[in-house]
């Protein structure tokens, strides 16, 4: 990973526009302690056509700050011993008495004076000295490259955009040429390092984020392997090696789009007239080849031996290398025949419908793919291993802002005349690699009908109401999710929350066990114990859970979780090629790493969300958005499990926050009552 420099600064909105004649602006005003000023992305994209110079000059001028990513501290190592009790307490509630006893026997021989758990700290330490970020590449394997099961709904996080109301195609085209010309300039802003630097908000407001998340947005491709996948990232800066061209989805076929002609990025006109020609090419039935698509929707393993299959012709090996080295994919999708609500949607984005929709109109293993459908059903679908949600969410807002509140460039543009037509992508299919369609088809189309999704937006109150209470409106939603958990199951399982470490170099994410004790303890509070306790012994067991997650997200972003830790202290045993500690063979660790809630907080300052599928058989994915207001909950889980079902979690969800709502309303009555009478009220007891 090379140095990146960001720039980051601020240019008065006239001044701007006396820099940039004629430059419109949009975008928010999001200066961190700046109230006239506008942001830098929303400035230097506006100029990106032949501004960026002037403007990077200003910004250089006024004293415009470079965040260098070594500048920020590498994530740390915590100490063993505080990883071990940690990991005793985060499951002592959640498994057996005695299953728990020989846990902790074997913790202690690990974690003994002179142990082989102090000898593989020692390495995780060196390991640290010599690397930008020890546990980076162990992550990555662990959390993506290793895993064998299939890109959609297992892993490609999704943005659902809100439908869009087209006229007809042509308007949905001219829809999709203006967010190419959006990526283009979103690009552009990416190379020049001129995003401006992000800041944590929330818990530990104000530190500096690193960006280099972003470089991998239009530069990299996961390549799929027998074992393992590979994140292949363009590394150089010569604009020669610069990705020149976007890949075309149109009916199940594949077109390279030259965006770069004669070292100018098109223009918006130019990219409509090409995806107008596409969409007529996509039309001929007799040129029309096989979907080979869907061959990147199938499990990692199967995938990779399809692929080696493809890549024995060198017509085959040209697409394919055509397809792993574009800026990204737009999907022109055909109309999904379904009521658009956003749970239909939501299922659109994460597998396309399986074949008989729009499921093979897609390059699963590219980080980018933008999706636009005829019928307005439009979003943004990710491969993960590049970067993570938030990023995903960056770059998404800015695109759909770009379309929506920036005026169409296509009536002032002119257009290159000599432009050669976009070519389509030529497959030969050998009767091997018919059959592995058919089987990858087969596969997808399970994964379909297995999916069990409910997007719901929770509207009885948002993050203020939370934020009145003086309470984390994070670990609120985290502590309601444990509820409503309890409720369906009468026990607390294993869960995952995401937490970003991007306060480090290379920082990505560590987990939040959000089944904590104390949430445990609440959860009994209102449900067994309901009768049997007051109010204010409830709300307090609230707090204690509430501070406990609060707690926990601390330790986690900055580097004290135990998640990557034990990944490290357990890849370095596998380095040394020493016997597999029992710490990480024990029942208990392979239960605690099955998470059955699999949870992440992805908010959005732009109408939109985000969703994802579980991550074991007998799970839920659960992906949520706080707004000031409401609340989108987006579950989703296998219709194969007997164990889950969205629509029950949704409808315990949706019970367990009125409930807590509730409580919190009664004990701040009760309180102001005894307040009003010297301390004299009575605790109240539930059901009263
Ligand atoms: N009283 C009043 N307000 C409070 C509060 C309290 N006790 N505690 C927090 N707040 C406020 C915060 O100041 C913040 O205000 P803002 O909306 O004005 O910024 C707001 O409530 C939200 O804070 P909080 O709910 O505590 O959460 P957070 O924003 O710190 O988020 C994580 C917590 C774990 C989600 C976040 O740190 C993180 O890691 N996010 C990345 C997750 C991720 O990677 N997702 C994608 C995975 S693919």
């Not at 006893?101 to 700290?121: C, N, R, S």
């Not at 969410?393 to 002119?414: A, F, H, I, M, N």
């Not at 985290?478 to 470490?501: D, G, H, M, P, W």
Request: with cysteine.
């Amino acid at each position: 990973m090379g140095g990146v420099t960001c720039l980051e600064g601020k240019v008065d909105a006239k001044h701007l526009q006396s820099l940039v004649p004629g430059a419109g602006l949009y975008g928010e005003a999001r200066v961190r302690g700046c109230g006239s000023g506008v942001h830098a992305v929303g400035t230097a994209a506006h100029a990106a056509h032949d501004g960026i110079p002037h403007l990077f000059d200003y910004l250089k001028r006024s004293g415009t700050r470079q965040a260098r990513r070594e500048a920020l501290p590498k994530v740390p190592v915590p100490p063993l011993k505080q990883t071990l009790d940690m990991y005793l307490k985060c499951v002592q509630h959640l498994v057996g008495q005695e299953q728990f006893k020989k846990t902790k026997a074997i913790v202690e021989k690990f974690g003994a004076p002179g142990g082989v758990g102090e000898a593989l700290q020692k390495k995780l330490l060196e390991r640290r000295d010599k690397t930008s970020n020890w546990v980076y590449d162990y992550w990555l394997e662990d959390m993506y490259l290793n895993n064998r099961l299939a890109l959609p709904v297992n892993s490609n996080p999704v943005m659902v955009f809100p439908k869009q109301a087209f006229r007809d195609r042509d308007d949905a085209l001219r829809f999709a040429a203006h967010l190419i010309t959006g990526v283009l300039e979103y690009k552009a802003l990416i190379d020049a390092q001129a995003l401006p630097v992000d800041y944590a908000r929330g818990q530990l407001a104000g530190t500096p984020l690193c960006m280099q998340q972003y470089r991998r947005l239009f530069s990299s491709y996961r390549q799929p392997g027998l074992k393992r996948d590979t994140l292949k990232v363009q590394t150089s800066h010569s604009s020669s090696s610069e990705p020149q061209h976007v890949i075309v989805a149109c009916k199940n076929q594949l077109y390279v789009l030259d965006v770069v002609a004669n070292k100018k990025n098109l223009n918006e006109l130019d990219i409509l007239s090409q995806l107008e020609k596409i969409a007529k090419m996509a039309e001929n039935m007799e040129e029309r080849l096989p979907p080979f698509g869907l061959l990147t929707s199938d499990g990692r393993t199967e995938w990779a031996q399809a692929r080696d299959a493809l890549a024995k012709d060198q017509t085959n090996r040209e697409s394919l290398a055509l397809i792993e080295s574009c800026v990204c994919v737009v999907c022109l999708d055909e109309p999904g025949g379904l009521e658009p609500t956003d749970t239909q949607r939501a299922l659109l984005m994460l597998h396309g419908g399986g074949h008989e929709k729009n499921g093979a109109n897609r390059w699963y293993d590219k980080p980018m793919q933008i999706v636009v459908g005829m019928d307005g059903v439009c979003g943004v679908v990710c491969e993960h291993s590049a970067f993570e949600g938030i990023v995903m969410v960056q770059c998404s807002e800015y695109l759909l802002k770009y379309v929506t509140r920036s005026p169409s460039q296509l009536g002032r543009s002119s257009s290159v005349t000599d432009l050669s037509p976009p070519r389509r992508l030529l497959w030969r299919c050998s009767p091997h690699i018919q059959a592995l369609l058919a089987a990858s088809t087969e596969r997808l189309q399970r994964l379909v009908s297995n999916l069990d999704m409910d997007v719901h937006k929770f509207t009885a109150y948002g993050k203020e109401f939370i934020k009145k209470q003086k309470m984390s409106p994070d670990a609120y939603i985290q502590v309601a999710l444990q509820l409503a958990f309890y409720r369906c199951n009468r026990k607390l399982v294993s869960t995952y929350e995401s937490a970003s470490i991007r306060r480090f170099q290379d920082g990505r994410v560590d987990n939040i066990r959000s089944a904590t004790p104390e949430a445990l303890a609440f959860v009994r509070s209102v449900t067994e114990e309901r009768a049997a306790l007051t109010d204010p012994e409830k709300m307090k067991s609230l707090r204690d859970a509430i501070n406990a997650q609060t707690n926990y997200t601390i330790a986690a972003i900055t580097g004290m979780a135990i998640d990557n830790h034990l990944l490290g202290l357990r890849s370095v045993a596998k380095e040394l090629s020493l016997e597999n500690p029992e710490i990480f063979s024990d029942e208990t660790f392979l239960a605690s790493n099955q998470f059955i809630l699999s949870t992440s907080q992805v908010p959005t300052t732009v109408e939109m969300f985000c969703c994802y599928g579980p991550v074991v058989p007998n799970g839920y994915g659960a992906c949520y958005n706080p707004q000031a207001d409401h609340i989108v909950f987006c579950v989703s889980s296998f219709r194969q499990s007997s164990d889950t079902s969205s629509a029950v979690l949704v409808g315990a969800l949706e019970e367990s926050l009125l409930e807590i709502r509730d409580l919190c309303g009664r004990s701040q009555a009760c309180e102001k009552t005894a307040g009003g009478s010297q301390g004299g009220g009575q605790p109240q007891k539930a059901g009263k």
